[in-house]
């Protein structure tokens, strides 16, 4: 059997797209929150008193906001600045957007560190 072409691909612009969605990219930011060892919960919906966390795509922008649960005693600020890189750094890793704005409200205190 002859070997066979193989076909050109179609050129970039005539391939399609990938869009990711403002939940998409929700689960991402969170799940990424959760690596930070500090954290404890990184909440996709908020308690009754917190908005939830979201996150909106445009174009090949992001703008996240995340409702995090932090260990007991923990310096805030130095937790706020560790989860803005690494949250930043994962998303962009993924989907290959650029996190344009991040707010961080920590909702809660929770026990001692391990």
Excluded: F
């Excluded at 403002?22 to 919906?45: F, L, Q, S, W």
């Excluded at 174009?59 to 996240?64: C, P, S, V």
Aim: proline fraction near 9%; glycine fraction near 8%; aromatic fraction near 2%.
């Amino acid at each position: 059997m002859p070997a066979q072409r193989a076909t050109p691909l179609p050129s970039p612009e005539r391939r399609g797209r990938t869009e990711i969605s403002d939940r998409v990219i929700t689960k991402i930011a969170c799940g990424a929150a959760m690596e930070v060892p500090e954290v404890r919960d990184a909440r996709p919906r908020g308690l009754p008193w917190t908005r939830a966390s979201g996150g909106a795509v445009h174009g090949g922008q992001a703008a996240l906001r995340l409702n995090v649960r932090v260990g007991y005693p923990s310096p805030l600020h130095a937790v706020a600045r560790r989860l803005r890189e690494h949250v930043t750094r994962r998303v962009a890793a993924h989907t290959g957007l650029d996190v344009t704005r991040l707010d961080i409200t920590m909702t809660d205190l929770d026990g001692d560190l391990p």
